[in-house]
């Protein structure tokens, strides 16, 4: 299922531990967050920029065959915040956030199929160090 990498177990945690960062960041009150965040478009950006990194980041960790899989956890994560965000008083559940992250979805992985999913080889290349 994982990639054969010397640190296959370090980038799928750090894969986890980026989704747990977006979790908590479509959770938290919008006051918390820097001005510029506030801004609609921004907040529509973020939703592609999070999702492209999130897909290209297991592109690189699993194996091509199960990218479909990958595609649609990320697809159901989208819809997790949603749902969640649904029972927050200080957040609001939008549509157009689960189409911006399934966007991002769609961009990771023609980026990941345009070669960007070799990402973590290319890493290994350059780090020392055993396998985990």
């Not at 897909?55 to 949603?82: D, H, N, R, S």
């Not at 189409?99 to 780090?127: C, N, P």
């Amino acid at each position: 299922m994982l990639l054969p990498l010397r640190f296959s177990r370090f980038w799928l945690v750090g894969g986890l531990a980026i989704m747990g960062i977006v979790l908590l960041g479509t959770l938290t009150p919008l006051s918390t967050r820097p001005i510029v965040l506030l801004n609609l478009l921004d907040d529509k950006l973020a939703h592609l920029a999070a999702f492209t990194v999130l897909m290209l980041w297991f592109c690189g960790v699993f194996q091509l065959k199960y990218t479909p899989l990958v595609a649609v956890g990320l697809v159901l994560f989208g819809l997790l915040i949603e749902w969640l965000q649904s029972f927050i008083p200080y957040r609001s559940a939008e549509f157009a956030d689960l189409l911006f992250d399934g966007g991002g979805v769609a961009l990771g992985w023609i980026l990941a199929v345009l070669g960007l999913r070799h990402w973590t080889m290319w890493m290994e290349s350059i780090l020392p160090g055993r396998a985990t």
